[in-house]
């Protein structure tokens, strides 16, 4: 048997990046170098084999002088290495095989740059056919492994794609540690399970001071801003205004939102004016519920931070009608705007909430279950069938799901 490994799932994807090279502490390098990149790759989960591997990698990176780092990847020709690796089905054994399509030795500099001095520098294959050679070699040649960390030890450089895989996050928000005043000092990232989100807004207070807020309550024309929650240094601008929108957008009962900090113990809290029956009140966000904390702190980790790759349960403590509106968040957020069509952004959403599938459409699900021991993975067969089924029951993806109708469509 060749080719791939009997029923099978197959997911693809792209990623693009460039920017300042950094030292191995995280220091902006100062060689005045920048990195830019394309990692290309498709990922088997098999059923036969039980096994997830690389069906197909793409790499190209190349360092470049900080001064060109505007130029545009899509117009990008040359590279310090293009390198390539597919797999192939035979006998039940998956078998690896590379391709360099493009070697400058001249920018090797890794670890390991040492054992070519004993080549010509115009031996260009020479040091191509040891590279294979190395990828070849069985500790190497696990088609499960991203070929990225075998040409870090060539590249210095290429560590910093996987810095930028690694600073992606997973978003698992406890409202009990989100309410939390904090040290008005400490950097300003949301962490997973939602830590920094005062010190984050405090942040973005002070940077809208110099701004009066929008006109406008309508959060559909507000525009994201890239990045907001990365670094302690926030732009000044009406982020922060347009959170409190959002927040307006799950619970009329907001009036107004802002972060007061003791100046002795440098001790932020963020506070909120509520309407009453008798009139207004304030109150400290942890009086809050912890589904509105939630929500806020969703809020303003996607919002300001493209990092945010996945989250998990995002339904947790969040009141049913709140659940749509997540989704709609995401959707705000990681659709691609007019324009801008190829820079294509995904995040990942784990839920067991029948609810929140009620709001989904069928081409975005991803249906996972456990058979055998075994981790499978799915999407709809036939999503137009299923869309004429909601349409003509009334029913929502929810209940295809619970029924067994989806996992059979």
Not at 124 to 142: A, K, P, Y
Request: aromatic share 10%; glycine share 6%.
């Amino acid at each position: 048997m060749s080719g791939k490994a009997g029923p099978c799932t197959t997911i693809s994807a792209k990623f693009f990046g460039d920017g300042p090279r950094r030292n191995y502490s995280g220091e902006r390098d100062n060689s005045k170098l920048s990195y830019q990149y394309e990692y290309e790759f498709s990922i088997v989960f098999s059923d036969t084999l039980d096994v997830v591997y690389f069906e197909s990698q793409n790499l190209k990176f190349r360092s470049v002088p900080t001064s060109q780092n505007s130029d545009l990847l899509s117009n990008a020709t040359e590279w310090d290495i293009h390198a390539k690796q597919s797999s192939t089905i035979e006998d039940n054994k998956i078998i690896c095989s590379y391709e360099i399509e493009q070697l400058k030795i001249d920018r090797i500099n890794g670890p390991i740059a040492g054992a070519y001095n004993r080549f010509d520098r115009q031996e260009e294959q020479s040091v191509r056919d040891l590279i294979i050679s190395l990828l070849n070699n069985n500790r190497m040649n696990d088609p499960g492994k991203p070929i990225i960390s075998f040409f870090e030890f060539l590249f210095t450089g290429i560590g910093e794609v996987t810095i930028d895989f690694s600073r992606n996050k997973t978003l698992n928000v406890v409202p009990g540690v989100a309410k939390r005043s904090e040290d008005s000092t400490i950097p300003s990232i949301i962490n997973e399970n939602g830590a920094g989100l005062t010190a984050t807004l405090y942040a973005l207070y002070q940077a809208s001071s110099i701004f009066q807020p929008p006109a406008t309550t309508d959060h559909s024309t507000l525009v994201p801003k890239e990045n907001v929650t990365d670094s302690n240094s926030i732009p000044a601008d009406n982020t922060f205004f347009e959170i409190v929108e959002y927040l307006k957008m799950v619970n009329e009962d907001v009036l107004d939102l802002w972060v007061e900090k003791d100046v002795l113990s440098n001790s932020a809290t963020v506070f909120l004016s509520m309407k009453s029956q008798g009139g207004t009140f304030e109150m400290p966000m942890y009086l809050l519920s912890d589904g509105t904390v939630k929500w806020l702190a969703l809020v303003t980790a996607i919002h300001g931070n493209s990092l945010v790759s996945a989250i998990e349960e995002p339904e947790n403590f969040v009141h049913p009608s709140i659940q749509g509106e997540i989704l709609n968040l995401l959707r705000e957020i990681f659709t691609p705007q007019e324009g801008d069509e190829e820079e294509q952004k995904f995040v990942l959403v784990s839920t067991h909430s029948e609810t929140l599938l009620n709001f989904a459409e069928p081409s975005e699900i991803i249906v996972v279950r456990m058979e055998s021991g075994a981790t499978r993975t799915r999407r709809p067969r036939n999503i137009q069938e299923v869309r004429d089924a909601i349409r003509e029951t009334g029913f929502g993806l929810g209940y295809m799901y619970i029924s067994g109708i989806l996992e059979n469509s």
